[in-house]
T-cell receptor
Framework: EPEVTQTPSHQVTQMGQEVILRCVPI?????FYWYRQILGQKVEFLVS????????KSEIFDDQFSVERPDGSNFTLKIRSTKLEDSAMYFC?????????FGQGTRLTVV | RKEVEQDPGPFNVPEGATVAFNCTYS??????FFWYRQDCRKEPKLLMS???SGNEDGRFTAQLNRASQYISLLIRDSKLSDSATYLC?????????????FGTGTRLKVLA
C-alpha cells in the first residue's frame, strides 16, 4: 500500500539553527501539506501546496518557514533559525481531494 | 468559536459497548468531513469520510447533519484496539481553502 514517508524520524537541533524536514508524498497525489502537533495539543495546519506553489498558509507559517518540491518527488519544509517553541511533531500529508494521508512524522526537538 | 469542536473526553467504555462521538463545525461552507484516528505519538490515520446520507464501515457509522452543522461517529462492539483519539476533520473545499481543519480530538479508552 502506498504511503507517505518522512525523514528523519527524530531531529534534535540547537536554537537558531536551520532544519530541513523531508517528505516523499504518495506518487499520484497532487495536494501536499505540512502540519504540526505540539505535544498534547491539536494537529495544526501549516501550509498546503498544489501545482508547484503554496495554495494556502496559516499564521504560524511565517517568514521562518519555507516549502519546496525540488525534484518532483520530494517535498521539504525548511525552518530557519529555530526557536524552542518550534519543538513539535511535524507531519507531511498528501491527497487527491478525498482525505489526506499522513506520514509518520518527524519529531523536532529544539534545545 | 473554534472551526471544529469536539468533547475531549476521555470516554472510558467496557469492551463490547457502543460509543458515540459528536463534533460540531462553524464554517457552513465546509463540504467534506472525515474521521481520523490517532494513536499516542503516531500520525493521524484516515478512518472514514462522512456523508449526509450516512456511511458505515464494519462497526463504524458516520453521519453528517448539515442543517445542524453536526457530525457523529458511532462505534459498535468496541474492541480494546479501538482505544485511540478520534479526530473530527473538516476538509476542502471550504470557502476556497486548501486545508483540512482538525478538531482537538476525543480520547477513547476501551476497558477489558
Amino acid at each position: 500500500e502506498p504511503e507517505v514517508t518522512q525523514t528523519p524520524s527524530h531531529q534534535v537541533t540547537q536554537m537558531g539553527q536551520e532544519v530541513i524536514l523531508r517528505c516523499v508524498p504518495i506518487s499520484n497525489h497532487l495536494y501536499f501539506y505540512w502540519y504540526r502537533q505540539i505535544l498534547g495539543q491539536k494537529v495544526e495546519f501549516l501550509v498546503s501546496f498544489y501545482n508547484n506553489e503554496i495554495s494556502e498558509k496559516s499564521e504560524i507559517f511565517d517568514d521562518q518557514f519555507s516549502v519546496e518540491r525540488p525534484d518532483g518527488s520530494n517535498f521539504t519544509l525548511k525552518i530557519r533559525s529555530t526557536k524552542l517553541e518550534d519543538s513539535a511533531m511535524y507531519f507531511c500529508a498528501s491527497g487527491q481531494g478525498i482525505g489526506a494521508f499522513f506520514g509518520q512524522g518527524t519529531r523536532l526537538t529544539v534545545v | 468559536r473554534k472551526e471544529v469542536e469536539q468533547d475531549p473526553g476521555p470516554f472510558n467504555v467496557p469492551e463490547g459497548a457502543t460509543v458515540a462521538f459528536n463534533c460540531t463545525y462553524s464554517n457552513s461552507a465546509s463540504q467534506s468531513f472525515f474521521w481520523y484516528r490517532q494513536d499516542c505519538r503516531k500520525e493521524p490515520k484516515l478512518l472514514m469520510s462522512v456523508y449526509s446520507s450516512g456511511n458505515e464501515d464494519g462497526r463504524f457509522t458516520a453521519q453528517l447533519n448539515r442543517a445542524s452543522q453536526y457530525i457523529s461517529l458511532l462505534i459498535r462492539d468496541s474492541k480494546l484496539s479501538d482505544s485511540a483519539t478520534y479526530l473530527c476533520v473538516g476538509g476542502p473545499p471550504t470557502s476556497g481553502t486548501y486545508k483540512y481543519i482538525f478538531g482537538t480530538g476525543t480520547r477513547l479508552k476501551v476497558l477489558a
